[in-house]
């Protein structure tokens, strides 16, 4: 079996072994292949039987030219990179990680609310430029504070990622609604699902925690821009296309 690795470097720049992947059959890998629509994809992947990518975008152009493709592996959870409808209409099928990076994109997403409403990372220098030494008063601050306690967050999308943010916030004292087409137990013990236009008009904080499908492309448009609060804060963990 033949297997190619098209842009290794994004999983692999050096620190892990590709052996797993080897004991499986003949392996190349190449460090970067191209993240737009290239006839160098083609010509890589030639007669392999199995691809493994990150984001080189694998289309239905590609497929067609590469008749001894087998499989494809998305060593990412979001799989928008491949025409995965054709890949289904060609019986190729399409693998994920559904479940890498959880905990750590869901502790990003905090972080960079709470970096928004404390401004840490500006503090923090104007600190080392020596302004707090100099001040005359106890505190100084140069944006207002937001404390996010008592807030609403809604969440687009309570998949894994989804759940784990909204414990988070609900440990914070966030209260946490959400919007997502597939209802869960899970999603069901840490928020209350409404519907779009409700979450867009009640929450003080938006996160972005669904994949980027021709039914999500485009939902944070002007048309729901205006249906939310002035001054809400938007978080985006997803994909820049949503």
Request: overall charge negative; glycine content about 8%.
């Amino acid at each position: 079996m033949k297997i190619v690795v098209l842009d290794g470097y994004t999983e692999n720049p050096g620190d892990i072994s590709w052996g797993p992947i080897e004991a499986l059959g003949e392996v190349t890998v190449y460090d970067r292949t191209a993240y737009e629509e290239s006839p160098l994809i083609a010509e890589r992947i030639g007669d392999a039987d199995v691809i493994v990518i990150n984001k080189t975008p694998i289309s239905k152009e590609t497929m067609d030219k590469c008749p001894n493709l087998k499989a494809i592996a998305v060593l990412a959870t979001g799989y928008n990179v491949v025409d995965y409808e054709y890949a289904k209409a060609k019986g190729i099928p399409v693998m994920n990680v559904p479940v890498y990076g959880t905990d750590n994109v869901s502790q990003f997403a905090v972080s960079l609310l709470l970096e928004v409403c404390s401004h840490i990372g500006h503090h923090s220098d104007s600190v080392y430029a020596g302004e707090w030494a100099e001040n005359a008063d106890w505190c100084y601050w140069h944006y207002p504070m937001i404390e996010v306690s008592g807030k609403t967050a809604g969440i687009i999308g309570l998949g894994r990622i989804g759940v784990n943010t909204a414990k988070i916030l609900k440990a914070m004292n966030v209260n946490v609604i959400a919007y997502d087409a597939f209802q869960s137990e899970a999603g069901k013990a840490v928020a209350e699902y409404v519907e779009l236009d409700e979450l867009l008009a009640k929450s003080d904080f938006i996160f972005l925690h669904c994949p980027l499908f021709p039914s999500t492309q485009g939902i944070i448009g002007k048309e729901n821009i205006a249906k939310m609060k002035d001054g809400v804060i938007l978080i985006n963990n997803s994909r820049g296309q949503l």
